[in-house]
């Protein structure tokens, strides 16, 4: 598979040919490189399969949280792929006997269902449905008493039990922080990697081309607005404007011929 290397200065030398005076880093390519990345594994997840890049944490504490009907939580380890109907978490587990992920039988492994606090009340109605140990839901939150705050999941059903940790798995987003060493491979299958080089390209290409009067060419721009103001014709006479000048070049004329008379 590429690295981030081999894609990095691929790209800053097709760069170089045209823009020969730029002067991008290789930070910001590495950062169009994540972007770019996490967009082709939206668009092509069907074929690519979200299992392979599927990332397990074995023994994710829960917490309770007393401002908030003692609901159970977790929080998320890292960042999620977001999708819809919150795919990006492929599932969560818990040993219903021990109220542990890592002991107890297998038979004894619950895994959670995904739901939403207005979905939950129509859970509570149906006894089927119903959240309880043996059949838990989780829904994701991301603010409490503010926006974007908190990065969370709760569950329901777990209200009665102690359950100390649960495992869970994640198809985890792309973050250009993580990148820390270039020689790692950019997680896309090889067949990807040509439209992965083609999109940077183009992403770059429109962020260098900058408007003519944002380029600093050198020139002395104080009299810019003197220069700017717009050219002024004079509109052209009215019929009636015509007609009075005629009238009044005639009474010159004939002024002029009556001095001339007077004269001789």
């Known amino acids: 598979m590429a690295t981030y ?16 005076d730029t002067t991008v880093q290789p930070a910001q390519v590495v950062f ?11 668009e092509n997840k069907e074929e690519i399969g979200l299992a392979r890049y599927l990332t397990r944490f074995c023994s994710v504490p829960v917490y309770t949280d007393a401002n908030c009907k003692n609901q159970k939580y977790i929080d998320i380890p890292t960042d999620v792929f977001d999708m819809d109907n919150d795919k990006g978490i492929q599932y969560i587990t818990y040993n219903y006997d021990t109220g542990c992920c890592c002991t107890g039988p297998n038979f004894s492994q619950v895994q ?43 569950f329901l059903g777990l209200e009665c039990i102690d359950v100390s940790d649960v495992e869970i798995g994640i198809v985890c987003s792309q973050d250009p922080s993580q990148v820390c060493n270039l020689d790692e491979e950019i997680p896309l299958p090889e067949w990807l990697i040509e439209e992965l080089i083609t999109r940077v390209l183009n992403l770059g290409r429109f962020i260098l081309i900058s408007p003519q009067e944002r380029v600093n060419d050198g020139s ?9 103001v717009p050219k002024t014709e ?3 006479p009215t019929e009636e404007q015509i007609v009075n000048q005629a009238a009044t070049q005639q009474e010159q004329r004939q002024r002029i011929q009556n001095q001339l008379a007077n004269g001789q």
């Open 5 to 20: 290397r081999h894609v990095l200065y691929n790209v800053l030398e097709s760069y170089k040919k045209v823009h020969d």
């Open 32 to 42: 169009w490189i994540q972007v770019v990345t996490n967009r082709l594994r939206r």
């Open 112 to 154: 959670f269902q995904p739901t939403s606090p207005g979905e939950s009340m129509r859970l509570q109605m149906d006894e089927y449905e119903r959240p309880s140990p043996k059949q838990p839901y989780f829904y994701r939150v991301t603010g409490i008493n503010n926006c974007d705050n908190v990065n969370r999941i709760y």
């Open 220 to 228: 002395d721009l104080t009299r810019r607005s003197v220069n700017q």
């Open 234 to 236: 004079t509109p052209q």
